[in-house]
């Protein structure tokens, strides 16, 4: 598809090509946490790609409500293609189940690309008596109190993580949600919680600067980035073996003129040597943008965990 095609059938430029008309001609990224988290690092990443299209698009923050205020801000957006969600499975199928929404979540917005998967590392402060996975459950259990685990967002993974390990190894634990990664890292950083099942992409540059020790990976596999860190299945939990994905989000009812505009974008920013290298470097692996919107809600429906 020519470029021009591309803008105009998508997003509307002013007629010089120098930027857009006004501040409505704004292509949304709609980032469903702070800034710095993961979901911002994909939204940025989009960005720097639809830029080299002559598209002017910027990340717009969302953060809080379980991440569902992200899902709310797409659902009010104009059915014009100016607004994309980047957000992980979860919003589909973790959240519900602890907090009906008034959307129906497999109804009302649509995947239409995986753009990427990984799993979660669980880390610890470096200065707590905690060198490896097998000193975690006796270092709990003698604590004498709840260990206090930070979590990215309450109903996700990183918060249900924490209570069933706690479950299998026989210790307490009190889960404290955070509006993303960022914060609560800092509270990890800070002594304040005492582990984290986290995302790679935001825990490796702290693990690789020695401030945090990474006990186990969540992955089926162990990941490049931390060859070392041994998977759960490997320490005796593989029913703990999780993977998360990322995804782009569109309105049900967004035309599919616009929907085959976005997928030919997302494949030119994410189906490239240079994208699969960069998540390789965050622990993380390319999305299949081969899967359609119907495969993927095939696949939602089965992640989905049941109502509490």
């Known amino acids: 598809m020519p470029l021009v095609h591309r803008r105009t059938a998508l997003w509307t430029l002013a007629a010089t090509g120098m930027g857009p008309a006004s ?29 080299r299209d002559g598209v002017l698009a910027v990340p717009d923050y969302h953060s809080g409500g379980l991440g569902t205020l992200g899902v709310h801000t797409l659902l009010k957006a104009p059915l014009d293609g100016r607004a994309l969600l980047i957000h992980i499975n979860g919003i589909v199928t973790e959240v519900p189940a602890v907090s009906p929404q008034r959307y129906d979540p497999h109804r009302d917005i649509h995947p239409l690309a995986e753009l990427a998967r990984g799993g979660l590392v669980l880390v610890v402060p470096s200065s707590p008596p905690i060198r490896r996975f097998a000193d975690l459950g006796p270092w709990a259990r003698g604590l004498g109190r709840e260990v206090l685990a930070a979590n990215y967002g309450q109903g996700t993974t990183s918060s249900w993580l924490p209570e069933q390990l706690a479950k299998q190894q026989g210790w307490r ?9 960022p914060p609560a890292l800092q509270e990890l950083l800070g002594g304040h919680t005492d582990l984290m099942f986290d995302a790679p992409l935001t825990s490796l540059p702290h693990i690789r600067a020695g401030t945090l020790r990474a006990l186990a990976v969540t992955t089926p596999q162990r990941l490049p980035a931390l060859p070392e860190v041994p998977t759960l299945a490997e320490l005796g939990l593989p029913t703990l073996t999780r993977t998360v994905w990322l995804g782009a989000w569109v309105q049900a009812g967004l035309p599919e003129a616009h929907r085959a505009t976005w997928r ?17 470097r965050f622990g993380m692996q390319p999305g299949d943008l081969t899967l359609g919107t119907e495969a993927l809600q095939q696949r939602l429906r089965r992640e989905a965990l049941p109502p509490n």
């Open 23 to 51: 501040a409505a001609d704004l292509t949304k990224l709609i980032v469903p946490g702070p800034p710095g988290g993961t979901l911002d690092v994909v939204a940025q990443w989009l960005a720097a790609s639809l830029k």
């Open 173 to 181: 634990v009190n889960t404290i949600a955070y509006r993303g990664s």
């Open 264 to 280: 030919a974008a997302l494949r030119r920013a994410f189906d490239t040597p240079e994208a699969r290298e960069r998540w390789a």
